[in-house]
């Protein structure tokens, strides 16, 4: 749960209701799903990414070329981007502290323990941030519904917060852009009308978590790294318990602060959002930060600002862990076939230093980004690059019949049809109040989470059908790594078996054993890793606990 995730679900709960809350409502459920289906083919698969997994699945390289470019995109332009924006919001709103200091010092602490530490210094810290932002946001909470009057006041006062002034001059706003929405208590809404129609929640959304906790490197890598499966299964189920949270700790504050709040979270005529938040079309992302503001006591909000330190902390780490890894084990070592241990170790950590200075450069686009707009922003890029993704692994798993060309251009075709929709989407700025009337039918008409799911049955149709005109995998390159063979005790042919041989078998660190050989039916992984140092104890197969040597 970083900065961005929760000052703009607070956002949109202000805005809009509930609704926003399925969300994380849909997490549990597919967090299940990575720890019953998907972690353990993974897991004996014996991979560290999930590109080199595609690898391993269908041959070749430029699947997993592909897919590690495009991750490291999302985690730049995506991730990053609205984790910095939002944490420097909420910083500058509330204390007044220069952003570019803060965050320079922030993400120098973040970057050298992460750096130094690797992923086991990225867990245990995530631990402890863990606890600071559920303790924070769960007594702001509590100091939200004592002031509203209780859950039964929410309801009522709710659909009456609008802001006081609503024209200037001969302007007059839109009274759809201020006055509450009659369905604000409904999570399925109008599948046409809804701004978050019930098919959308429905199946997009569902779409979206498969890619989101299924295929993402940033979560997928922590189950990797479990004790063994009871551990993985475990962490999965307490992570769906913690998801249930954010309803009622995050989205309904967002409301309370509109009702508290109007004439600021609400306002719609531009010099008054201009006095309130700085900026002259929506005050919305401010729900969250006023409530600090307003309600706690001076004590209580340094323990807020550390929530929401330790949430962009927490989130940075991982996605620099991340990164990190994908770039080293599935670009690079591509680049540099024959590179040493020592060498990847080296390039990992110059990685993350290049990775720490994009992310400083991304500080002054605080002061120009339409931070309103954030929410939508993620969802977006979300909605029109990941269902590809989703659609390739879900294949990958349960299919045996889909072949490498079937993948590779069903999941290009896919992303060339995000990019178009998303580049189309971010010119006409479809989201603003009242919607462009310039903007195309094609672009205004279909909401982004009905596209999600049109293009996610076109590229799981099109990896069907290229793949039947090939010819199939044979079984002996599959134990394993599909469903249906997953308990296969086979040994397992390597479709890149002559690549790896040429390269240089992994050396053991001075003072550590070297791995016994691996018990038949497992296989670990192929390539030395720069942030592996696998502990005495672990399981034969297990994956590792990426840290730096």
Same mark, same amino acid.
């Given at each position: 749960?970083?900065?961005?995730?929760l000052?703009?679900?607070?956002?949109?709960?202000?805005?809009?209701?509930?609704?926003?809350?399925?969300?994380?409502?849909?997490?549990?459920?597919?967090?299940?799903?990575?720890?019953?289906?998907? &972690?353990?083919?993974?897991?004996?698969?014996?991979?560290?990414?999930?590109?080199?997994?595609?690898?391993?699945?269908?041959g070749?390289?430029?699947?997993?070329?592909?897919l590690?470019?495009?991750?490291?995109f999302?985690?730049?332009?995506?991730?990053?981007?609205?984790?910095?924006? !939002?944490?420097?919001?909420?910083?500058?709103?509330?204390?007044?502290?220069?952003?570019?200091?803060?965050?320079?010092v922030?993400?120098?602490?973040?970057?050298?323990?992460?750096?130094?530490?690797?992923?086991?210094?990225? /867990?245990?810290?995530?631990?402890?941030?863990?606890?600071?932002?559920?303790?924070?946001?769960?007594?702001?909470?509590?100091?939200?519904?004592?002031?509203v009057?209780?859950?039964?006041?929410? %309801?009522?006062?709710? @659909?009456?917060?609008?802001?006081?002034?609503?024209?200037?001059?001969?302007?007059?706003?839109?009274?759809?852009?201020?006055?509450?929405r %009659?369905?604000?208590?409904?999570?399925?809404?109008?599948?046409?009308?809804?701004?978050?129609?019930?098919?959308?929640?429905?199946?997009?959304?569902?779409?979206?978590?498969?890619?989101?906790?299924c295929?993402n490197?940033?979560?997928?890598?922590?189950?990797?790294?479990?004790?063994?499966? &009871?551990?993985?299964?475990?962490?999965?189920?307490?992570?769906?318990?913690?998801?249930?949270?954010?309803?009622?700790?995050?989205?309904?504050?967002?409301?309370?602060?509109?009702?508290?709040?109007?004439?600021?979270?609400?306002?719609?005529?531009?010099?008054?959002?201009?006095k309130?938040?700085?900026?002259?079309?929506?005050?919305?992302?401010?729900?969250?930060?006023?409530?600090?503001?307003?309600?706690?006591?001076?004590?209580?909000?340094?323990?807020?600002?550390?929530?929401?330190?330790a949430?962009?902390?927490?989130?940075?780490?991982?996605?620099?862990?991340?990164?990190?890894?994908?770039?080293?084990?599935?670009?690079?070592t591509?680049?540099?076939?024959?590179?040493?241990?020592?060498?990847?170790?080296?390039?990992?950590?110059?990685?993350?230093?290049?990775?720490l200075?994009v992310?400083?450069?991304?500080?002054?686009?605080?002061?120009?980004?339409?931070?309103?707009?954030?929410?939508?922003?993620?969802?977006?890029?979300?909605?029109? @690059?990941?269902?590809?993704?989703?659609?390739?692994?879900?294949?990958?798993v349960?299919?045996?019949?889909?072949?490498?060309?079937?993948?590779?251009?069903? %999941?290009?075709?896919?992303? @060339?049809?995000?990019?178009?929709?998303?580049?189309?989407?971010?010119?006409?700025? !479809?989201?603003?109040?009242?919607?462009?009337?310039k903007?195309?039918?094609?672009?205004? &008409?279909?909401?982004?989470?009905?596209?999600?799911?049109?293009?996610?049955? /076109? $590229?799981?149709?099109?990896?069907?059908?290229i793949?039947?005109?090939?010819?199939?995998?044979?079984?002996?390159?599959?134990?394993?790594?599909?469903?249906? @063979?997953?308990? $296969?005790?086979?040994?397992?042919?390597?479709?890149?078996?002559?690549t790896?041989?040429?390269?240089?078998?992994?050396?053991?660190?001075?003072?550590?054993?070297?791995?016994?050989?691996?018990?038949?039916? /497992?296989?670990?992984?192929?390539h030395?890793?720069?942030?592996?140092?696998?502990?005495?104890?672990?399981?034969?197969?297990?994956?590792?606990?990426?840290?730096?040597?």
């Amino acid at each position: 749960m970083g900065s961005g995730r929760l000052m703009s679900l607070a956002r949109k709960g202000a805005m809009s209701g509930i609704a926003v809350g399925a969300f994380e409502w849909n997490a549990p459920l597919f967090l299940c799903v990575l720890g019953w289906i998907f &972690s353990p083919i993974y897991i004996k698969a014996g991979v560290v990414t999930m590109p080199e997994y595609l690898r391993k699945r269908f041959g070749g390289y430029r699947i997993q070329f592909l897919l590690a470019v495009l991750s490291l995109f999302l985690y730049i332009f995506g991730d990053i981007l609205v984790e910095i924006c !939002t944490g420097a919001m909420f910083m500058k709103l509330i204390w007044g502290f220069d952003v570019y200091l803060v965050t320079t010092v922030l993400l120098t602490i973040t970057s050298i323990y992460t750096i130094t530490g690797g992923f086991a210094a990225v /867990v245990y810290t995530d631990t402890l941030h863990a606890v600071i932002i559920v303790l924070g946001s769960v007594l702001l909470m509590g100091f939200a519904f004592k002031e509203v009057g209780g859950y039964q006041e929410l %309801l009522h006062k709710y @659909l009456d917060a609008k802001p006081r002034i609503t024209q200037e001059g001969n302007w007059t706003a839109n009274p759809e852009c201020y006055i509450p929405r %009659l369905d604000s208590f409904h999570i399925f809404r109008d599948p046409i009308t809804g701004d978050l129609p019930w098919p959308g929640i429905v199946f997009g959304v569902s779409i979206l978590s498969l890619s989101y906790w299924c295929t993402n490197q940033i979560f997928v890598q922590r189950c990797l790294a479990g004790k063994n499966m &009871s551990h993985v299964k475990g962490g999965c189920l307490f992570c769906g318990y913690l998801k249930l949270l954010p309803m009622f700790s995050i989205v309904m504050p967002g409301m309370i602060s509109r009702i508290l709040y109007p004439d600021q979270v609400a306002c719609v005529v531009p010099s008054e959002c201009k006095k309130h938040c700085g900026t002259r079309t929506d005050c919305s992302p401010i729900a969250y930060p006023v409530l600090v503001v307003e309600l706690l006591p001076d004590g209580v909000r340094g323990l807020m600002l550390s929530a929401i330190s330790a949430s962009l902390m927490s989130s940075l780490t991982s996605i620099f862990n991340s990164a990190n890894t994908l770039f080293t084990m599935d670009i690079y070592t591509r680049i540099r076939p024959m590179a040493t241990e020592k060498e990847l170790m080296v390039t990992g950590r110059f990685f993350v230093i290049i990775l720490l200075v994009v992310t400083i450069a991304w500080v002054p686009v605080t002061e120009t980004a339409h931070s309103e707009e954030l929410f939508e922003y993620m969802q977006a890029v979300m909605s029109y @690059l990941t269902p590809p993704i989703a659609a390739i692994f879900l294949l990958a798993v349960f299919s045996k019949r889909v072949t490498e060309q079937g993948a590779f251009w069903g %999941l290009t075709g896919g992303l @060339l049809l995000g990019f178009f929709r998303m580049i189309l989407e971010f010119i006409y700025g !479809t989201w603003s109040c009242p919607a462009n009337n310039k903007c195309p039918l094609i672009i205004c &008409s279909l909401h982004y989470l009905y596209f999600a799911i049109s293009l996610f049955v /076109v $590229s799981l149709l099109t990896m069907l059908a290229i793949s039947l005109f090939t010819d199939p995998i044979p079984d002996k390159h599959l134990h394993r790594l599909c469903w249906s @063979l997953r308990n $296969s005790q086979e040994k397992r042919v390597d479709l890149d078996a002559e690549t790896q041989r040429k390269r240089p078998a992994p050396q053991a660190q001075p003072g550590e054993k070297e791995d016994p050989e691996p018990t038949e039916g /497992v296989l670990p992984p192929q390539h030395p890793c720069p942030t592996v140092s696998t502990p005495r104890n672990a399981l034969p197969g297990r994956a590792p606990d990426f840290r730096f040597s």
